[in-house]
């Protein structure tokens, strides 16, 4: 069980941790993970090291790739951490770590299209049931689900996409738990956020509680349990700036 907050009297909340170690801490074995991203944009790159330092195994990642070169994902699917992968783009030039596996035998893939995979998490957030949708009708991707026709277009069923836990990387928080991205690297970290049981945030910068706008808060505090600081080296990655 993650704890939402620490609580420092009656009316402090507080869901700052002072360590990586402390935010990935609880994550259990054969949990679902939500992980944030867009290629190399908005990748929780450094909560990703801790979960590999943390041990969990047997992990289902729902992310929209599986990994680049020999780290973050790349790095818990070569430690053999991950059972199972639900992303979209699960080939790249560098990902080699999941090609390997994945011809092994080693990794199940559930292949979902891009939209549809963010459509599944909303529907895990807004409490949706299932959903019709025509993408992937008629394709292997469709096998074994229900159809039907709609206003004369076939339409496939798809249902939420929920999480234990999300990861996710924003540019600024406060001990509420508010959170502001930055251009691409919002992406899949607001749904994702709705989607988990618990989401848990990597960012840039910790401000004072009042310190964001109200109407720039992407994701409010509600839906996160922990925030955490990543250094400028731990975030370089997984947040790219403009020189």
């Known amino acids: 069980m993650i704890p939402a907050t620490r609580r420092a009297g009656p009316a402090m909340i507080d869901?700052?941790?002072?360590?990586l170690a402390d935010a990935v801490a609880g994550i259990a074995d054969g949990s679902t993970?939500?992980?944030?991203?867009?290629?190399?944009s908005g990748v929780p790159l450094a909560l990703i090291d801790a979960l590999l330092a943390q041990g969990a195994r047997e992990l289902t990642i729902v992310s929209n790739h599986a990994g680049n070169g020999d780290t973050g994902l790349a790095a818990l699917l070569a430690a053999g951490r991950v059972?199972?992968?639900?992303?979209?783009?699960?080939?790249?030039?560098?990902?080699?770590?999941?090609?390997?596996l994945y011809k092994a035998g080693r990794i199940e893939l559930e292949l979902v299209p891009q939209g549809t995979m963010a459509e599944r998490l909303r529907a895990a957030g807004a409490g949706i049931g299932a959903f019709y949708t025509p993408t992937a009708y008629g394709?292997?991707?469709?096998?074994g689900k229900e159809t039907r026709v709609i206003d004369g277009r076939a339409h496939v069923l798809e249902y939420?996409?929920?999480?234990?836990?999300?990861?996710?990387?924003?540019?600024?928080?406060?001990?509420?738990g508010n959170l502001v991205y930055r251009k691409a690297g919002r992406n899949f970290g607001p749904v994702m956020a709705t989607a988990a049981r618990r989401t848990i945030a990597q960012v840039r910068e910790i401000v004072p509680l009042g310190a964001l706008d109200p109407e720039a808060i992407v994701t409010p505090g509600i839906f996160v349990a922990r925030v955490v600081q990543a250094s400028d080296r731990d975030d370089a990655a997984a947040t790219p700036r403009a020189a």
């Open 15 to 19: 869901k700052t941790v002072p360590t």
């Open 33 to 40: 993970v939500l992980v944030g991203g867009f290629a190399t």
């Open 83 to 100: 059972r199972r992968i639900v992303c979209s783009f699960p080939r790249h030039k560098d990902s080699w770590v999941f090609d390997g």
């Open 139 to 143: 394709t292997d991707l469709a096998d």
């Open 160 to 176: 939420p996409l929920h999480g234990d836990v999300a990861l996710v990387c924003a540019d600024r928080g406060d001990r509420w």
